[in-house]
C-alpha cells in the first residue's frame, strides 16, 4: 500500500500564511482526500475558529496547533473549546506535566468525536546548546524520549517529535503511539530555521505516521504538484527493491 491513502492522507500541509484569502486559495488547489491542514497561532489568532470552520466546509481535517501549555485546569477547558469546533488533532506541550497532559487526555475522551491530543516533546527548531541554554543537560533525543513516555503514560494520543527520535519512541512506548513529524524537508530543500530534520522518505521509514509539511508545498508554483512529488518521493523509496 502506498504511503498516500484516501481517508487518512498522512501528509499534513502547514497552512501559515497572513491572511485567509491565501489560505483559502491553496485549500482549493490541494484535495482533502491527500492531506490534511494545520493552523497555527498566527492564522488563529487573526481568523478565529472563522478559518477552522470555513476550511472544513471544504472537508479538510484540520490540525490546531495552538501548542496549550498551562495549569491543568486551564488547558482541559481551552481543549474542550477546541473539541467543540470538530478538530481531528490538536496540540499541547508534554513539559506542562503529567497531571496537565492528564487533565487534556481526559478532557476529550469525554467529547462526542474527541481530537486526538499530540504532546510536542522537542521543537525541531532547538538544538542541544539551546537546550542547554534552558537548563536541561541531557541529550536531545533522552529529553524528546523523557518527554513522549510521559505523554503516553498520562493518555495522549500522540507526539511531536523529529523523524530522529521517532524509531526510539515507538520502541518506549507502543507501536500504535502515533508520530507526528515536523521539520520535513525534501531532498535539496532549504532547512529554513529547522534544526533537526529529515526528508519524508526517511521519516516514514522511522517510523513516522503523519508528516508535517508547510513551505515546500505552500512556496511552490504549484502546491498540489508539490505534494504528489512528495509522495511519489516516499513511494519510491519505500517500494521493494526489483528482483532479478
Known amino acids: 500500500m502506498t504511503v498516500e491513502q484516501k481517508n487518512n492522507p498522512k501528509i499534513i500541509t502547514a497552512c501559515d500564511f497572513a491572511d485567509i484569502n491565501t489560505a483559502m486559495s491553496l485549500a482549493e488547489k490541494l484535495s482533502p482526500e491527500k492531506t490534511r491542514l494545520k493552523i497555527g497561532k498566527a492564522m488563529f489568532v487573526r481568523y478565529g475558529i472563522h478559518i477552522v470552520e470555513?476550511?472544513?466546509?471544504?472537508?479538510?481535517?484540520?490540525?490546531?496547533?495552538?501548542?496549550?501549555?498551562?495549569?491543568?485546569?486551564?488547558?482541559?477547558?481551552?481543549?474542550?473549546?477546541?473539541?467543540?469546533?470538530?478538530?481531528?488533532?490538536?496540540?499541547?506541550?508534554?513539559?506542562?506535566?503529567?497531571?496537565?497532559?492528564?487533565?487534556?487526555?481526559?478532557?476529550?475522551?469525554?467529547?462526542?468525536?474527541?481530537?486526538?491530543?499530540?504532546?510536542?516533546?522537542?521543537?525541531?527548531?532547538?538544538?542541544?546548546?539551546?537546550?542547554?541554554?534552558?537548563?536541561?543537560?541531557?541529550?536531545?533525543?533522552?529529553q524528546a524520549l523523557r518527554l513522549a513516555k510521559l505523554a503516553y503514560n498520562n493518555g495522549c494520543n500522540a507526539v511531536i517529535c523529529s523523524g530522529l527520535e521517532v524509531a526510539a519512541i515507538k520502541q518506549a512506548t507502543d507501536i500504535e503511539f502515533l508520530c507526528i513529524t515536523p521539520g520535513i524537508r525534501p531532498a535539496g530543500a532549504d532547512k529554513n530555521d529547522q534544526i533537526r530534520i529529515a526528508t519524508p522518505a526517511s521519516a516514514i521509514a522511522n517510523g513516522s505516521d503523519y508528516l508535517v509539511i508547510g513551505r515546500p508545498i505552500i512556496q511552490a508554483e504549484d502546491p498540489a504538484a508539490a505534494l504528489d512529488a512528495i509522495y511519489a518521493e516516499i513511494n519510491a523509496s519505500n517500494s521493494p527493491a526489483p528482483q532479478n
Request: no cysteine.
Open 54 to 142: 470555513e476550511l472544513q466546509k471544504l472537508g479538510y481535517e484540520i490540525f490546531l496547533d495552538l501548542k496549550f501549555h498551562d495549569i491543568p485546569n486551564t488547558v482541559a477547558e481551552a481543549v474542550s473549546a477546541a473539541a467543540d469546533l470538530g478538530i481531528w488533532l490538536l496540540t499541547v506541550h508534554s513539559s506542562g506535566g503529567a497531571k496537565m497532559l492528564a487533565a487534556a487526555a481526559e478532557t476529550a475522551a469525554k467529547k462526542q468525536n474527541p481530537p486526538l491530543i499530540a504532546a510536542v516533546t522537542v521543537l525541531t527548531s532547538l538544538s542541544s546548546e539551546e537546550l542547554i541554554s534552558v537548563g536541561i543537560t541531557d541529550s536531545l533525543q533522552n
